[in-house]
């Protein structure tokens, strides 16, 4: 076997090393948007690999804004953001350890301002 046959060879085989034992991608931040009389209110975003949770309060309308979320080990809880419109959002680590499964953002009190619920990854 000539020398370029065998470089060839070695860069292969490296390339598929490289190829197989490359980390799994990591998930992706999901930003979920809840809407109240056509103006955008707030957002809730799943990050750090799903692990984090945050609220974001963006209009001064008094209505204040929450993430709910529903983790895989099945922990339903919320944060909110307790600052209102100032700069800054609120944000938590489920209680559980658990990924956010799924989450959705409410304005106001109830559920009559929530966007539907999605995908937390």
Do not use: H
Request: charged share 15%; with cysteine.
């Amino acid at each position: 076997m000539g020398k370029s046959v065998r470089v060839m060879l070695l860069t292969a085989v490296a390339a598929l090393g490289m190829l197989f034992s490359a980390a799994p991608a990591s998930a992706a931040d999901v930003t979920v948007v809840v809407y109240v009389n056509g103006a955008k209110a707030g957002s809730g975003t799943s990050y750090s690999n799903s692990t984090m949770v945050r609220a974001c309060d963006v209009r001064a309308d008094n209505l204040g804004i929450r993430t709910e979320y529903i983790t895989a080990k099945g922990l339903r809880d919320s944060v909110g953001d307790a600052n209102g419109s100032a700069d800054g959002c609120g944000s938590e680590r489920p209680a559980d350890g658990g990924s956010i499964d799924q989450l959705r953002v409410c304005a106001g009190s109830g559920t009559a301002n929530c966007s539907p619920w999605q995908r937390g990854y």
